[in-house]
């Protein structure tokens, strides 16, 4: 069963104290930032500092992320090739508009991968859509490489291009473009990540809007901040009733594939592919929960 | 690589340092160091920066260490830093790191 992918936590990459404690949390991601959170000066230094924490062994259990600078940028690819030196399991793009910056990324990956050793393939892709174009994109960017396991949404920049801002509530400002994200998402099989939260005191907002990318189908939001981490995994916890009907469609699944039955019923209800697909869903979700 | 100028990295955060590096006219290596826990982990940490400046093929120049409980890969990077800064270097040879 593959790990549920909820929680991606911001870390900035200049900060040592942050970068040898963040696992403490257990976000199911850690990304590691090079980007908008190390200023120009320091790229050079959190370079290194990213570098080497990624072959920390306290962060082998969590998913490892590393968010680059746009390769267009001076930065771009020196962060990638740190990125890749150091074995990071996934390397995120910012600000994606189009497929083709996928592909370049991509064909940078396979080199670095060829040139350090390592299995050329391993390093998984995300794309942050950030703009009116990426949103319009979305689906090509979604599926512009075999290697993208996940887009994301970030809020900020894309409200900016749009010419409006939060309004806090219901979120229409968001609305078409988590719809677009998801379906995106959705249509090439690969995760979703709703926008970080800002302000880290405002709890209650936090969780109102946690609820509004639950219910729309995303399976997780990036987060700015540790003490995120815990209510997002429990707001996306399955309830006690929801856990022990899933287990129970696993068991009769396993039953009927072991008496070569092809399906199989539970308290009337047809136990099919979907069923079990939720199911399992159900069940990595209240796994670290 | 030679330390032609200097430089810094690093900060005085907890669990951070900073590694000030310079040029040495007398020819020699000099490393200072100054840490809050000197007497628990000093030779651990003197082994990582000797570790650290030896693999970047650094011979002579000063570098001073103010240490604030630094963990080994912290202080691998700030050192690196330092000296790629100070050697004015933009390229990166991976495999000394």
Redesign the interface.
């Known amino acids: 069963m593959r790990k549920a992918r909820r929680s991606m936590l911001f870390v900035p990459g200049d900060?040592?104290?942050m970068?040898?404690?963040a696992f403490v949390y257990q976000p199911d991601s850690v990304m590691f930032d090079l980007e908008d959170a190390v200023s120009p000066r320091e790229k050079?230094?959190a370079r290194?500092?990213v570098?080497?924490?990624l072959?920390?062994p306290a962060y082998k259990d969590v998913e490892r992320v590393v968010r680059i600078n746009r390769l267009d940028s001076e930065y771009g690819l020196k962060d990638l090739?740190a990125a890749i030196?150091g074995g990071a399991d996934v390397v995120r793009l910012p600000k994606t508009d189009s497929a083709e910056e996928v592909h370049e990324l991509e064909s940078h990956v396979a080199r670095l991968e060829k040139e350090?050793g390592c299995r050329v393939g391993q390093t998984k892709l995300i794309a942050a859509i950030e703009s009116a174009s990426g949103v319009v994109n979305a689906l090509s960017i979604a599926t512009a490489s075999t290697r993208m396991v996940a887009i994301a949404l970030a809020g900020f920049d894309y409200l900016v291009d749009m010419q409006t801002k939060r309004s806090g509530g219901s979120e229409p400002e968001l609305f078409y473009a988590r719809a677009a994200l998801l379906h995106a998402a959705r249509a090439a099989h690969i995760d979703a990540f709703d926008v970080a939260y800002g302000n880290v005191d405002d709890d209650e907002g936090f969780l109102r809007e946690v609820q509004i990318a639950k219910q729309l189908g995303f399976n997780g939001k990036s987060l700015i901040h540790p003490r995120q981490v815990y209510l997002l995994h429990r707001a996306y916890a399955p309830s006690e009733a929801e856990l022990m009907y899933a287990k129970r469609v696993i068991a009769a699944a396993e039953d009927a594939h072991g008496k070569g039955q092809g399906v199989v019923s539970l308290d009337g209800k047809m136990i099919d592919p979907p069923v079990i697909k939720e199911a399992e869903e159900v069940l990595s979700r209240a796994d670290v929960a | 690589m030679k330390i032609t100028k200097e430089a810094i990295?690093?900060t005085l955060?907890?669990?951070?340092l900073l590694v000030k590096v310079a040029p040495n006219q007398k020819g020699t290596l000099e490393v200072v160091i100054r840490s809050e826990v000197i007497k628990q982990f000093g030779k651990q940490i003197r082994r990582v920066i000797d570790d650290t400046l030896r693999k970047l093929e650094v011979s002579e120049g000063s570098v001073v260490v103010e240490d604030k409980g630094?963990?080994d890969?912290?202080i691998?990077?700030?050192v690196?830093?330092a000296v790629?800064?100070g050697a004015g270097s933009e390229e990166?040879d991976?495999r000394q790191?």
Do not use: I, K, M, V
């Open positions: 900060n040592p104290g970068l040898s404690t050079d230094s290194l500092l570098f080497h924490t072959s920390l090739e030196r350090c | 990295a690093g955060e907890s669990s951070d630094a963990l890969y912290a691998r990077a700030r690196q830093a790629l800064r990166l991976w790191l």
